[in-house]
Nanobody, 116 residues
Framework: QVQLVESGGGLVQAGGSLRLSCAVS????????MGWFRQAPGKEREIVASISRSVGVTYYADSVKGRFTISRDNAKNTVYLQMNSLKPEDTAVYYC?????????WGQGTQVTVSS
């Protein structure tokens, strides 16, 4: 119904930057909130950031605040996550999805690996 394709991950050294993209297709609602999530090995999936559609209100997890920036281009149906000053603890598979996520399907994500 809603397809999510994440891209932009890779291997970077600590202190480096990456920009993730999430292409959204299929049926969506006009004022949905979009979020980025991540899941590290052996850890539960956690929310990283979110952004509303109607007014662009953003939320960031404390662990990434000041380093990551979420944005969206509604005309292109794309959500972005600019990741700066990356740390090894940012290593995870990153996913995007609509909020709330309960009952929704997930894409395959994109791997981000930060070396120390």
């Amino acid at each position: 119904q809603v397809q999510l394709v994440e891209s932009g991950g890779g291997l970077v050294q600590a202190g480096g930057s990456l920009r993730l993209s999430c292409a959204v297709s299929g049926r969506t609602f006009g004022m949905e909130t979009m979020g980025w999530f991540r899941q590290a090995p052996g850890k539960e999936r956690e929310i990283v950031a979110s952004i509303s559609r109607s007014v662009g209100v953003t939320y960031y997890a404390d662990s990434v605040k000041g380093r990551f920036t979420i944005s969206r281009d509604n005309a292109k149906n794309t959500v972005y996550l600019q990741m700066n000053s990356l740390k090894p603890e940012d290593t995870a598979v990153y996913y995007c999805n609509q909020l709330p996520t309960s009952g929704r399907s997930w894409g395959q994500g994109t791997q981000v690996t930060v070396s120390s």
